[in-house]
């Protein structure tokens, strides 16, 4: 009896755990199927709430302006409301009474390259230094990269517009390089500093064995395997100095010609006489950059913060 009793349970048991797996399975399948029904859903609502503003805003600056104030919900225009007047408007000289974005797009372009050429000039040796040097308050310094962005950037523009006002060089474009540059410097320290701890010592190792120094493993190891994250740097860098507003109108408001592409926009949204046609044309004109940017280097920042150093 008592041996039955226990093939009995030992039976009961097994069954019961052939049951569970058998639930457990099946949930895992319903789980999968589940996810692969939503995935494409949810992506595809990301990409329709991400893309339809900007579609919204493209389509309606080349709509002739009487077919928006008719039917401004309608998204895409018929073929004979095709037009570029709103584009012709906005890249225009103001001495043919446009608005002369093409000079503001220059001055921004050369306000955002300085800044991101003169950032990776300084960033990337700090950076390194921070990484592999052995100093007194190295980890506190990492830790105080990213404490600029604790207090706001209205603290800082009153003191500098004074400043800069007393040097009497207020409305030069370099100042607002340097001003940009002590805004990006901390982050740019701080993601490519994370990138070089996961470069391994011993690539550099080896190259100290064949003679290299500390300046010629930056320049012919560091920086070739750094590409991935020094671009993503660079274009983080230069979004924030393209878009930027608030010391652009502070120090460059007097002299329209210096103005950035971001101060002719909201020139554009004060101004009641300017159609709102011209307004979305610049905001395509202001958009349209950075896209341009992302994708031309898209290659290269596929590599990501996780590319592996030691190939090969």
Not at 106 to 112: E, F, G, P
Request: some cysteine; hydrophobic content about 55%.
């Amino acid at each position: 009896m008592t041996g039955t009793k226990m093939a009995t349970n030992t039976a009961t048991k097994m069954t019961s755990r052939r049951t569970t797996r058998t639930i457990r399975w099946s949930r895992h399948q319903i789980e999968g199927i589940a996810l692969r029904l939503l995935r494409p859903v949810v992506i595809a609502t990301l990409i329709v709430v991400t893309l339809f503003p900007f579609a919204y805003i493209f389509t309606a600056s080349m709509r002739d302006l009487s077919s928006i104030m008719r039917e401004p919900w309608r998204v895409w225009p018929t073929w004979s409301e095709w037009t570029l007047s709103a584009y012709r408007e906005v890249l225009s000289s103001t001495a043919s009474g446009g608005q002369g974005f093409l000079g503001l797009m220059l001055n921004s372009a050369i306000i955002a390259l300085s800044t991101v050429v003169v950032t990776l000039i300084l960033a990337v040796p700090g950076a390194y230094a921070v990484s592999r040097l052995e100093f007194f308050g190295r980890r506190r310094l990492s830790a105080l990269f990213l404490t600029v962005y604790l207090f706001p950037t209205i603290l800082l523009a009153v003191p500098l517009f004074v400043l800069f006002t007393r040097l009497g060089v207020r409305g030069e474009l370099a100042v607002l390089v340097l001003v940009y540059v002590s805004q990006t410097i901390a982050v740019a320290l701080f993601m490519l500093r994370n990138y070089f701890d996961t470069i391994p010592e011993s690539i550099e190792e080896a190259a100290a064995l064949d003679g290299l120094g500390r300046i010629g493993i930056l320049c012919r190891i560091i920086i070739p395997l750094s590409l991935p994250s020094m671009m993503s740097t660079a274009l983080f860098v230069f979004m924030i100095a393209w878009n930027e507003f608030l010391f652009a109108l502070l120090f460059l408001v007097e002299d329209r010609g210096r103005w950035t592409v971001s101060l002719g926009l909201a020139q554009l949204t004060d101004n009641l006489e300017i159609p709102p046609t011209a307004l979305m044309a610049g905001s395509v004109v202001l958009t349209l950059p950075i896209i341009i940017v992302f994708f031309t280097t898209q290659r290269l920042l596929q590599g990501g913060l996780t590319a592996g150093a030691e190939k090969g």
